[in-house]
C-alpha cells in the first residue's frame, strides 16, 4: 500500500479528519505551555537574588543567617567554610520589583525569595568572601556585619582593637569594590550597595547606627593613610585575586578624611542601619530586611 493510497495512515495524518484537527490542535497549544515551564523553573532556580554576609568574627552572621531561615535562633557554631541559605523575605516588607504594585495585589502575599551567604570571619579565611565578591551569582548586595558594642572606644583610652579590624576588613572590601567597579568588565553590575548592620543594639553598652558610621569611617581614614605610605600590609589575599590594580587607594585619595559617600563615585552606596539579633527584647532586624527588600 502506498503512502498515496488513501487508507495508508500517513494521508490519513494528511487530511483534515477530526482526530488530526484534534491531535494538531493538542500539540499547538501544548508545546508553549511545556516549553515555558521548562524555562521558566530553570531560570528561577538559578537567578534567585543574593547577599553576602560578611564582617569580623563574632559579630553575629551566623546568628543572622539562622534568624533569617528559621525564623527563631538557634546555637551558633564557628564557621569555616561559606554557608548558604535560602530565605523569604517577610510579606510585610516591600520589594523594589513590587513597589508600584496595588496594595490588595495577590503577588504581595507570595514570600519573595533570596539567598544568603555566611562567610567566616577569620582572618586566613576572608579570602572566601572576598572571592564570592569576584565571582558573583546574581549578587545583589553585601551585608557588612559588625559588633557595635565592641567598637566603642570607652572600653579602652588607647586605640580599640575591635574597631581597628572591622575598620580593616571594611576598608579592604570597599577597595575591592571600587577596583572591581574600574574593571571594565562588558557583563556583571557595576552597581553593589553595601549595609553596615550595626549589630547587637540590645546591649547598653552599643554605639548607636550613626556613631557605628562615625567610628567606622575615621578609623578608615587612619587604615587608608597607613596604606598609603606603605606602613601597613595590603590586605589578606588581595594580591591573589584576579582584578586590575589601576587605583590602590580608596576613594578619593590617601590624603584627607574618608567618608562613606566617597563611594558612590564607583556606584557604590554605603548604609548603616542598626539592629540586634538576639535580645531580651526579642530580635530587631526590621531595617535591615528594609534594606535588602529594597535591593531586590
Ligand atoms: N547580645 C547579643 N548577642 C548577639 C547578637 N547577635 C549575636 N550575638 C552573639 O554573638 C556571638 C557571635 O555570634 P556569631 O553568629 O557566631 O558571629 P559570627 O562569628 O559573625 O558568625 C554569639 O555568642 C551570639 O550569641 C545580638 O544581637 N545581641
Ligand atoms: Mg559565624
Given at each position: 500500500?502506498?503512502?498515496?493510497?488513501?487508507?495508508?495512515?500517513?494521508?490519513?495524518?494528511m487530511?483534515?479528519?477530526?482526530?488530526?484537527?484534534?491531535?494538531?490542535?493538542?500539540?499547538?497549544?501544548?508545546?508553549?505551555?511545556?516549553?515555558h515551564l521548562v524555562i521558566y523553573r530553570s531560570a528561577s532556580s538559578?537567578?534567585?537574588?543574593?547577599?553576602?554576609?560578611?564582617?569580623?568574627?563574632?559579630?553575629?552572621?551566623?546568628?543572622?543567617?539562622?534568624?533569617?531561615?528559621?525564623?527563631?535562633?538557634?546555637e551558633t557554631r564557628t564557621s569555616q567554610a561559606p554557608l548558604t541559605v535560602e530565605v523569604s523575605l517577610p510579606v510585610t516588607t516591600t520589594t523594589a520589583s513590587s513597589q508600584y504594585r496595588s496594595a490588595n495585589d495577590p503577588s504581595n502575599q507570595i514570600h519573595?525569595?533570596?539567598?544568603?551567604?555566611?562567610?567566616?570571619?577569620?582572618?586566613?579565611?576572608?579570602?572566601?568572601?572576598?572571592?564570592?565578591?569576584?565571582?558573583?551569582?546574581?549578587?545583589?548586595?553585601?551585608?557588612?556585619?559588625?559588633?557595635?558594642?565592641?567598637?566603642?572606644?570607652s572600653s579602652s583610652g588607647t586605640g580599640n582593637e575591635a574597631l581597628w579590624q572591622a575598620a580593616e576588613y571594611l576598608h579592604d572590601l570597599l577597595l575591592l569594590l571600587q577596583k572591581r567597579a574600574?574593571?571594565?568588565?562588558?557583563?556583571?553590575?557595576?552597581e553593589l550597595p553595601v549595609l553596615v548592620a550595626a549589630n547587637k543594639l540590645d546591649l547598653f553598652t552599643a554605639l548607636p547606627a550613626p556613631l557605628v558610621k562615625a567610628a567606622l569611617e575615621s578609623e578608615i581614614t587612619n587604615v587608608r593613610s597607613l596604606r598609603t605610605k606603605g606602613l601597613l600590609d595590603s590586605g589578606i589575599g588581595m594580591n591573589d585575586l584576579d582584578i586590575g590594580d589601576e587605583k590602590e587607594w580608596l576613594g578619593d585619595g590617601g590624603e584627607g578624611k574618608f567618608d562613606f559617600t566617597q563611594m558612590d563615585e564607583v556606584n557604590v552606596s554605603v548604609t548603616v542601619a542598626g539592629g540586634n539579633v538576639l535580645g531580651a527584647d526579642g530580635p530587631d532586624v526590621k531595617q535591615w530586611w528594609d534594606w535588602i527588600g529594597s535591593n531586590i
Open positions: 500500500m502506498a503512502w498515496t493510497d488513501s487508507q495508508s495512515w500517513l494521508s490519513s495524518l487530511s483534515p479528519t477530526p482526530i488530526a484537527i484534534a491531535v494538531a490542535a493538542l500539540l499547538v497549544l501544548s508545546i508553549p505551555l511545556f516549553l538559578s537567578t534567585l537574588p543574593s547577599f553576602l554576609l560578611v564582617g569580623p568574627s563574632g559579630s553575629g552572621k551566623t546568628s543572622l543567617l539562622t534568624l533569617f531561615e528559621r525564623g527563631g535562633h538557634a519573595k525569595k533570596f539567598l544568603l551567604a555566611d562567610t567566616p570571619g577569620h582572618g586566613k579565611l576572608r579570602h572566601h568572601a572576598f572571592d564570592s565578591v569576584i565571582k558573583p551569582q546574581n549578587l545583589k548586595g553585601i551585608i557588612f556585619m559588625v559588633d557595635a558594642a565592641d567598637i566603642s572606644t574600574n574593571t571594565k568588565s562588558p557583563r556583571g553590575p557595576t
